[in-house]
């Protein structure tokens, strides 16, 4: 994207804003005080971990609070009138209007009993900008420009006939029908695989810049917003850190906090010398019912060393860390563990195979019971597999509590009151306290913020160091391979593309599929887009 | 890097750390903040449980003790005067509570320690197990279940044990449907999966994985349940399949005094005396339902806004 400066007037000035939410019977602050200015055709990303007032701060810019928030000072300008004081009734004139709203997750956000060009069109018929024969015809001409395939029928279909990807394009047509002045994305990517997210992102900023429409896009992925964003503006705490010209703001930072976010990125792990083989898993075959989602799966991992396993979701990751937990018996293959079969069902498996597999799961909210205090989650499996009771146990929990970089203040806390990032560091000490030789993680950093991401893959790499642990690391961000892996195995589809060291599957020449994969993720370089895109048209120009 | 104030902390997170509190003050406070159809319920079945466990002390007179006067008027010596054969109401009101209650106590409690641990079996299980149980559940259910009870009763006769069996197993299949219902919603957490993944036993799962997670909408439907369980005992004992005589209870009290009501043109008092035990049921069943109406809002996370 070229360097844009100011494209024209202000259209969007929010001075001082102020806002409350409730919760546990008091008002606590959530925005404190954030000044932004947008002007016509300028896309503004905002950027914070979660609990930073970003997507509180991108629906105030609609004059919109969600249940439980309350502004209590500062304006909201939009074109002159300011939001912060108007009825609701006024500042229904201009949603789905004026101004409107791309949700995170398209999929929860459709009705799932109406046709997708009736819910496109839905609201700019009913507020009467266009009669319906025009707003059908012009959602079909907008599913065209957001390169959703058969663009004049695609709106005959039900929301579950589309995949992800598309229903985000569906989405940000209705968003874009009105159109609007201003258009707030709330992480429109983020549920999205990254061969998915690369389609989405280039139609969204196409439309953008096609129709000259101001735009907030809140996210937690620098590389998303580095694509997006004409100028960038990093929140914490419900406060400005700093804001810059997204071209400055990447290279450049000020802030140190920006700068560690910044940072998150540039993890990478030496790699390890393959040793002897601690599972292999040969010719592995699964099947969900008749469905079959594993075919001739080769995998071996060597002791000590962390392989990551990435591919786009139904790629068949998690079922292959099924296969080896025992939850899903394989139906043809075999697995080999410390050189010993390992039987196919769980069930069949001694106490002391279970306890030296051991697994790590991505949303650690489920993965806790919300009941059981710490000191009961982290004691089980040592009582359990390890026989441990009374001081003994408390000592060993305390032990592991430190392992963790937390400590024995912890012992009491239910989940509910831990951050997600000490969450995954109590399941992570659960799954230490079996004593495993193997540690399955399962998209473990995928639902946490970068910092906190980076302070779990360094504990875990840590943690390999001192115990000597193997790691069979799912996930699809690459660059959280980069950080943790010493090989990797790329999935499609329930079968292997490719797998060795690290440094062999990033350097080419790769496979189409893992080419694809490796070309999507999007890197900090505000053109990478660009480039990608003219590569990718290119390449298709040739092929034609 | 090393000396930026911002470097991460895991300790320094911050979590939602909720004040610490013993049981006993959260009671409390809990209470406190109880509307006043939760207190007046509360108080009232605080009450009942007095009069059942004090009855032989609190009644002027025994439970089967029979005096000279049937049918004798609302005076000083009897409060409600005596029935049919001349046994003080008043007393049998009191030691109804005892029987009736506690019977309809000690059913449900069964009711639900059979619904509840097949339900959550059948939910942790989902196989033949699962299969059987709800099939099974369903051909109970399919037979209304008064009639079903009557048959029954009049098979193996109308005991006090027999009664408590009879209505325990019949009513234990709704129990069985709403456990095996909120257990499948928990039965799919990670957390139950890691339990499997340790090796965990059907037990250990049931009682400490799932039971925990449940007990909300099972504690409110122990209070439902309570209430349809001594509507129907005090319906088969109006029947006369019920509670057997001597013993007192509230719904043959009713039957016993019936004829009483055509009384009421002559004696308004007289015509009240078989609608007190009814009223007694009402009361209590009334009372049961605002502390259960309070413990579900409490419990279901349904916020006030401001």
Known sequence: MSNKTKKGDVLLEIKGLKIQGFSDEKWHDIVKGVDLTLHRGEVLGLIGESGAGKSTLGLAAMGYTQPGCRITGGEILFDGSDLARLSESEKRAFWGNRMTYVAQSAAASFNPAHRLLDQTTASTIRSKIKPRAEAHSDAKTLYGVLNLPDPNHIGDRYPHQVSGGQLQRVMTAMAMLPRPDLIVFDEPTTALDVTTQVEVLSSMRAIVEEFNTAAIYITHDLAVVAQMADVIKVLRYGEEVEEAGTRMMLSDPKEAYTKSLWSVRALEKPIQKPSDTLLSLKGIDASYGTIKVLHQVDIDVPRGSTVAVVGESGSGKSTTARVITGLLPQLAGSIEFNGEALPKKLSERSKDQKRRIQMIYQMADTAMNPRQTVRDIIGRPLEFYLGMRGEKKEARIVELLKMIELDASFLARLPGELSGGQKQRICIARALAAEPEFVICDEVTSALDQIVQEGILKLLLRLQDELGLTYLFITHDISTVKAIADQVVVMNQGEVVEQGLKTDVFQPPHPEYTNLLLSSVPEMDPDWLTNLTRHRLEAAGNAV | ?306
């Open chain 2, 1 to 306: 890097m090393s000396q930026e104030p911002n470097t991460y902390s895991a300790l320094g997170e911050v979590g939602a750390v909720s004040e610490k509190r013993s049981l006993w003050q959260r009671l409390m406070l809990d209470l406190r903040k109880a509307p006043m159809t939760a207190r007046f319920g509360m108080i009232v079945i605080l009450g009942y449980i007095i009069l059942a466990v004090f009855a032989p002390i609190l009644s002027p007179y025994g439970e089967a003790e029979v005096f000279p006067e049937p049918y004798a008027a609302w005076s000083a010596e009897h409060v409600f005067g005596t029935d049919q054969i001349g046994r003080d109401i008043f007393s049998r009101m009191i030691f109804g509570a005892r029987n009736t209650v506690g019977i309809a106590v000690a059913t449900t409690l069964l009711a639900f320690i059979i619904g509840g641990s097949l339900g959550l079996a059948a939910a942790i299980n989902q196989s033949w197990l699962d299969q059987f149980l709800s099939r099974a559940v369903d051909v109970l259910m399919a037979i209304p279940s008064l009639i079903f009870a009557l048959v029954l009763l009049s098979i193996f006769g109308s005991t006090v044990t027999n009664l408590i069996l009879i209505i325990a197993v019949l009513d234990s299949t709704r129990v069985f449907r709403l456990t095996r219902a909120v257990s499948l919603n928990v039965v799919v957490m990670d957390y139950v999966e890691a339990a499997r993944l340790r090796g965990e036993g059907l037990w250990w799962i049931m009682r400490r994985e799932i039971l925990p997670n449940i007990m909300p909408p099972l504690i409110a439907e122990f209070g439902l349940r309570f209430c349809f369980v001594f509507l129907t005992i005090a319906a088969l004992s109006f029947l006369g399949v019920g509670i057997q005589p001597p013993t007192a209870d509230w719904g043959s009290m009713v039957r016993e005094n019936a004829s009483l009501i055509m009384f009421a043109q002559y004696d308004i008092k007289a015509g009240l005396t078989p609608l007190l035990p009814a009223a007694a049921i009402a009361l209590l069943t009334v009372a049961i339902n605002f502390v259960v109406d309070w413990f579900l809002h409490k419990t279901s996370g349904l916020r006030d806004e401001q």
